[in-house]
């Protein structure tokens, strides 16, 4: 069962559009909540994470939101580019790193 | 790729013969992990390690086998190959441990059980 699930599979967003990512857990006991980026070929890297603390958190053109009471945390990427297109994966810790099954996100020109 | 390597890159084995994979670090982490990633799946943690010779089962570890001899290598044993262990295999090590703490992972080896 997965213990954190993400939505959508995939993405299709063009140019300078915003696409969020979604992710819930059930686990209050979670206190760590990164987000992967992964490009075909290559091992998931990691993008911007959070802790249960904090509401928002923005790195660049990337921006976390987290909601404790929903359990529920979303990716946005704000002005998205084509070289953003990949594989996304939400995760959340506590003893190991559970992963969301994913997102492929294709950005078009 | 944070001074990760595994290998082999690609392996094509057949049903019941032994595999293993190796996961060579340089950063001196203690912690090492290993995922495999499948669709619809995300990643799943199959073991891990919390120093030489201290290893744990993760969430899918039935069918394998880990062992650490060195603070670098890793090592996944396949102990009888089947094809539902055909799977992209990750390592990934963590200099903190298990709680808050990021995960760099390795380019991975692509098995497939024939």
């Known amino acids: 069962q997965q213990q954190v699930k993400q939505s959508p599979q995939s993405l299709i967003v063009q140019k300078g559009g915003i696409p969020i990512i979604n992710c819930a857990y059930e686990n209050t006991a979670f206190d760590y909540f990164p987000w992967y980026q992964q490009f075909p070929g290559k091992g998931p890297a990691l993008l911007i994470a959070?802790?249960?603390?904090?509401s928002e958190k923005k790195e660049g053109r990337f921006t976390i939101s987290f909601n404790k009471s929903a359990k529920q945390f979303s990716l946005h990427i704000m002005d998205s580019q084509p070289g953003d297109s990949a594989t996304y994966f939400c995760?959340?810790?506590?003893?190991?790193?559970?992963f969301g099954a994913g997102t492929r996100l294709t950005v078009k020109p | 790729d944070a001074g990760i390597t595994q290998s082999p890159r690609h392996k094509v084995t057949e049903t019941g013969t032994p595999v293993t994979l190796r996961c060579h670090q340089t950063e001196n982490h203690r912690y090492m992990y290993w995922y495999r990633q499948d669709p619809g799946h995300g990643l799943r943690l199959i073991h891990y390690s919390y120093g030489v010779k201290d290893t744990d089962k993760g969430e899918v570890s039935d069918g394998y086998s880990v062992s650490r001899s060195k603070t670098e290598d890793f090592l996944l044993t396949l102990e009888s190959a089947t094809s539902s262990q055909t799977s992209v295999y990750f390592c990934a090590i963590s200099g903190v441990g298990e709680n808050n703490s990021p995960l760099h992972f390795g380019n991975g080896t692509r098995l497939t059980v024939t």
């Open positions: 995760a959340a810790s506590r003893g190991y790193m559970r």
């Open positions: 959070i802790r249960p603390d904090v």
